[in-house]
């Protein structure tokens, strides 16, 4: 009998997270950690699987902010308690973009604090949970950004932080060969992140790279979250061990047999 997967999902209530969560329950048959700091919005995913009764008893959530240790702490311990006390997998999906203003115009603090929730974050759940990660021959997806290989006027600390994460992946592929490891862009997705761009990009962004922005909205180009979302659920679940240390695209060629059909 097949065991069914368990995986960390960071940034779960809402946006891409939401969708990961949702489809590696329902279409990969995999238990679900999340994590978020609304548990109002926690609750509300957690009801909305639970009306079918099939996916009952799939979905935990912890409420905490990512860049507490003792969230990290927490969620890797709820882990060990659960479906068998297994972790095969996490989703490092939290992330903020501000902030959204040119280098000169920024504050060291509001650096540190990217830095904290894109980065830092991610290195003390890693830490947490590499145990864990290395008995099962788990998987670790960093949700990465185009800002990683890419520079965006008013974006700095966006794109460095992004940068610094994809590098910290290729460095964990290395160390740990018994865990596969995988950094996705997930394209331009209809979430929250996207509004504030619309929003405040108004004046932290040069006009050209702010208005493109705007016509993928207004001529709904903006990807569903569940298109990459897919991609990335599938990979947690399943990813081939021969491709980590890898930096994709969620729409490249080599992915496509983990797209939605």
């Given at each position: 009998?097949?065991?069914?997967?368990?995986?960390?999902?960071?940034?779960?209530?809402?946006?891409?997270?939401?969708?990961?969560?949702?489809?590696?329950?329902?279409?990969?048959?995999?238990?679900?950690?999340?994590?978020?700091?609304?548990?109002?919005?926690?609750?509300?995913?957690?009801?909305?699987?639970?009306?079918?009764?099939?996916?009952?008893?799939?979905?935990?959530?912890?409420?905490?902010?990512?860049?507490?240790?003792?969230?990290?702490?927490?969620?890797?311990?709820?882990?060990?308690?659960?479906?068998?006390?297994?972790?095969?997998?996490?989703?490092?999906?939290?992330?903020?973009?501000?902030?959204?203003?040119?280098?000169?115009?920024?504050?060291?603090?509001?650096?540190?604090?990217?830095?904290?929730?894109?980065?830092?974050?991610?290195?003390?759940?890693?830490?947490?949970?590499?145990?864990?990660?290395?008995?099962?021959?788990?998987?670790?997806v960093f949700v990465s950004s185009g800002a990683a290989v890419n520079a965006y006027y008013g974006w700095g600390a966006y794109c460095a932080s992004k940068a610094a994460l994809k590098m910290f992946?290729?460095?964990?592929?290395?160390?740990?060969?018994?865990?596969?490891?995988?950094?996705?862009?997930?394209?331009?997705?209809?979430?929250?992140?996207?509004?504030?761009?619309?929003?405040?990009?108004?004046?932290?962004?040069?006009?050209?790279?702010?208005?493109?922005?705007?016509?993928?909205?207004?001529?709904?180009?903006?990807?569903h979250p569940d298109q990459p979302g897919h991609v990335i659920a599938s990979l947690a679940v399943k990813a081939p061990s021969s491709i980590s240390g890898k930096f994709f695209s969620w729409d490249?060629?080599?992915?496509?047999?983990?797209?939605?059909?």
């Open positions: 009998m097949s065991i069914s997967p368990t995986l960390i999902i960071t940034g779960a209530s809402r946006g891409i997270g939401r969708s990961i969560a949702l489809l590696a329950i329902q279409n990969l048959g995999a238990n679900v950690i999340g994590v978020a700091r609304s548990q109002a919005a926690l609750q509300e995913l957690s009801n909305h699987i639970e009306t079918d009764l099939q996916l009952k008893d799939r979905f935990k959530f912890v409420v905490g902010d990512v860049t507490v240790e003792s969230t990290a702490a927490e969620v890797v311990d709820v882990a060990s308690k659960s479906w068998g006390g297994r972790l095969d997998g996490l989703v490092l999906n939290a992330g903020v973009l501000e902030p959204l203003a040119p280098i000169a115009k920024t504050e060291v603090k509001d650096w540190k604090h990217n830095f904290d929730v894109n980065f830092f974050s991610i290195i003390t759940l890693v830490q947490h949970a590499l145990p864990a990660l290395r008995e099962s021959k788990g998987r670790v992946g290729e460095s964990l592929a290395m160390e740990e060969s018994d865990i596969t490891v995988i950094s996705i862009r997930p394209g331009v997705v209809d979430t929250d992140m996207q509004a504030v761009i619309r929003r405040e990009g108004v004046t932290g962004m040069i006009p050209t790279q702010h208005a493109r922005f705007v016509d993928l909205h207004t001529s709904k180009k903006l990807l490249d060629e080599e992915l496509e047999a983990h797209r939605k059909p």
